[in-house]
């Protein structure tokens, strides 16, 4: 598990407050969140997808990361649900290249690799009835 000392980025942070990719990757992981609370190996789900656990601080029950290219790593951080508030699925982006990249590319990128952890989730839960969007994917 990697501690997490660089600075991450939000969609937001690198196209500036009026990303029109933020709201679209938000809403995205937002749907895909509640399914994460099936995820028993938070190693074993970074191993699927490629990337490595950390802990970058911020207040997360688990983090992945992954680079997508050179330069270029995305984190996703995720929060399990509560008494207040629903399970929550971030994803910021760090590397020294992170702003030579398109926000429609990081978008379709984040989400398709959201989709992958869905993908863990249900070959890992045989049996289990998961949330909807498990089997869409």
Same mark, same amino acid.
């Given at each position: !598990?990697? #501690? %997490? ?23 995205? &992981? *937002? !749907? ?16 699927? =997808? ?17 680079? @997508?290219?050179?330069? #270029?790593? =995305? ?12 399970? *929550?699925? *971030? ?6 290249? $992170?702003?030579? =990249? ?7 990128? %984040? $989400?398709? @690799?959201?989709?992958?952890? @869905?993908?863990?989730? *249900? ?6 009835? &998961?949330?909807? #969007?498990?089997?869409? #994917?």
């Amino acid at each position: !598990m990697r #501690v %997490t000392a660089i600075k991450l980025l939000s969609l937001a942070d690198i196209e500036g407050k009026v990303s029109p990719h933020q709201s679209q990757v938000k809403g995205a &992981l *937002r !749907m895909r969140a509640a399914a994460l609370e099936y995820v028993k190996d938070v190693k074993a789900l970074a191993a699927y =997808i490629g990337g490595s656990v950390e802990t970058p601080g911020i207040g997360e029950d688990w983090a992945v990361s992954k680079g @997508l290219y050179p330069g #270029v790593d =995305i984190h996703l951080v995720y929060n399990r649900s509560d008494d207040e508030f629903p399970a *929550r699925l *971030r994803a910021l982006y760090s590397g020294d290249k $992170i702003r030579v =990249i398109k926000g429609d590319e990081l978008a379709t990128i %984040t $989400i398709s @690799l959201a989709n992958q952890l @869905l993908r863990y989730v *249900r070959e890992t839960n045989p049996g289990v009835k &998961l949330p909807e #969007v498990c089997y869409k #994917v």
